[in-house]
């Protein structure tokens, strides 16, 4: 297909749109790399010294419920009082990405991390949310994603978890890693080493002596949450199959409330699946 010499141009005269646009509303300042008063946290560090927008009511977003809103107003709603944004490159494919944080408040909760993807100039859409994963942005632009604040009050109380201070101590694995690929948020996928890790952390778990729960407290020694963050990082880390995560708890938590605890983890699992968008 050949275009004619005024498409060409036509084209040229775009891009220069385009790109005077891109300069209007953004500020590519950064603040002073040696001031060390400035957050060591590398998400904050993210965000702070990043590309922003200054222009935020000339930008508009196309949230996941379709309705679209400009991005001075978004930021200043009652719900993102602690709220941050950035442009970044996430999959360096020459457009940069809108990110935007905010902290809602409450004990141990919770961090959440807005993903919009550009489409013109003055307008985003949203294609990924991050709720409540204490997550970590490395400089290789991949987001590390806890299961920390949604599994903590799980069966114990939010400080407490399961101590070994052995050799043979089951490996501690709270995290699964996301990059953002072709417009979307994309979980990397375990490997075998991950898969034997899990099980044999399990299989450890599965022969410690039962702690009974008392009705009115349901805390115990940790136990049931280092079960819990094994088998979220397995559900997600190896294709989101729920049978299979149901198999592996099967396999190893033997005691008498294994019933209670599967419907306790599958409900919780159903909760951080509606809250992220991943």
């Not at 978004?74 to 935007?100: P, T, W, Y």
């Not at 069966?155 to 996301?178: H, K, N």
């Amino acid at each position: 297909m050949h275009f004619s010499l005024r498409a060409g141009i036509f084209a040229v005269l775009m891009l220069n749109v385009f790109l005077l646009k891109a300069q209007e509303v953004v500020d590519t300042s950064r603040f002073n790399a040696t001031d060390t008063s400035k957050p060591t946290d590398p998400t904050t560090d993210f965000f702070q010294q990043g590309e922003k927008i200054t222009a935020t009511d000339k930008v508009s977003l196309v949230m996941l419920n379709k309705r679209m809103i400009k991005l001075g107003s978004f930021l200043k709603s009652a719900a993102m009082e602690n709220a941050d944004h950035v442009l970044a490159d996430l999959d360096n494919d020459g457009r940069k990405e809108l990110l935007i944080s905010n902290f809602t408040g409450g004990a141990h909760c919770c961090d959440e991390i807005y993903i919009f993807k550009n489409l013109t100039p003055t307008k985003y859409q949203q294609v990924a949310k991050l709720f409540a994963g204490q997550t970590l942005i490395t400089r290789n632009n991949e987001f590390i994603y806890s299961f920390g604040e949604h599994l903590g009050y799980f069966f114990t109380c939010y400080a407490c978890g399961y101590s070994d201070t052995s050799d043979a101590a089951p490996i501690e694995i709270r995290s699964i890693a996301l990059q953002y690929s072709k417009g979307k948020m994309v979980i990397m996928p375990g490997n075998q080493e991950l898969r034997s890790i899990i099980n044999d952390n399990l299989g450890k778990l599965g022969e410690l002596p039962y702690e009974e729960l008392e009705e009115d407290i349901a805390q115990d020694n940790g136990l049931r949450k280092e079960f819990a963050m094994n088998l979220a990082v397995f559900y997600y880390s190896f294709g989101r199959n729920l049978a299979a995560t149901q198999a592996l708890f099967n396999k190893y938590y033997k005691y008498p409330d294994a019933k209670k605890v599967w419907q306790a983890f599958a409900k919780q699992l159903q909760y951080i699946r509606k809250e992220n968008v991943f």
